[in-house]
């Protein structure tokens, strides 16, 4: 929390294709990571989270990974199809607040 | 449907004005947050309220400010309007049991789209 980095910013790939997105976050003492989907004007909405005593899970085709020694987590989407198309926030705990990533652009060419 | 909604959705006014944005919060959900998100960007946390009380402050302009009533929906008001404020705000709430307790997913309402023109 408090300080969380995501990486990459914009990620292009062909359908079928997999998709990873990671994020580093500061404070060792978090332990809610969620990730949320925004599409263009919309809301964003919560695809999956991850608590710390589970390094990883999988809903479907979305899984997320934490490390916590490494304080990293990243999502991956396989099987990728068009409508994965949107932009990506990762999050963490900071003091009273939800720090969010700076988000990825995932686009997904038919 | 996450539960939460807010008013206007969109809202369209002058440079200097001053605008209220509404957001009433799921049921029972305590929590309520304020986030600004400019064109292309990412997530800005301005404010946190926790059943009433201000609990945690972002990058928030003293321009800015916002209130929890006892029904707990909350308003966010944005004065002295520049073109620079455009941008979606989005109100989320959470269901977290202390106003420390950050495990919890948040449900963000469909946002207002503000522009200032």
């Known amino acids: 929390g408090e300080n969380v980095e995501q990486h990459p910013s914009t990620l292009s790939v062909q359908e079928g294709d997999s998709a990873v997105i990671k994020c580093t976050y500061s404070?060792?003492?978090?332990?809610?990571f969620p990730w949320y989907k925004q599409e263009l004007g919309k809301r964003p909405q919560l695809i999956i989270d991850?608590?710390?005593?589970?390094g990883e899970k999988k809903d479907q085709r979305i899984a997320v990974t934490l490390n916590k020694t490494a304080k990293h987590f990243s999502l991956h989407i396989t099987e990728t199809q068009p409508e994965d198309s949107a932009v990506y926030f990762c999050?963490?705990?900071?003091?009273?607040?939800?720090?969010f990533g700076t988000g990825t652009r995932l686009l997904v060419s038919p | 449907d996450s539960g939460v909604t807010q008013t206007p959705k969109h809202l369209i006014t002058a440079t200097g004005q001053r605008v209220t944005l509404r957001c009433s919060p799921r049921?029972?959900?305590?929590?309520v947050y304020w986030y600004q998100q400019s064109l292309d960007q990412g997530l800005q946390f301005l404010i946190q309220?926790?059943?009433?009380?201000?609990?945690a402050k972002g990058n928030i302009l003293e321009r800015f400010s916002a209130q929890q009533f006892p029904d707990l929906h909350s308003e966010l008001n944005l004065s002295s309007l520049e073109l620079g404020d455009s941008a979606l705000y989005f109100c989320?709430?959470?269901?977290?049991?202390?106003?420390?307790?950050?495990?919890?997913?948040?449900?963000f309402g469909q946002g207002t789209r503000l522009t200032v023109v």
């Open positions: 989320a709430s959470s269901a977290n049991t202390s106003a420390w307790d950050m495990n919890t997913e948040a449900f």
């Open positions: 309220y926790y059943n009433g009380e201000e609990r």
């Open positions: 999050a963490a705990p900071g003091f009273q607040k939800l720090v």
């Open positions: 991850i608590r710390s005593n589970v």
């Open positions: 404070d060792s003492a978090s332990n809610y």
């Open positions: 049921s029972g959900d305590l929590s």
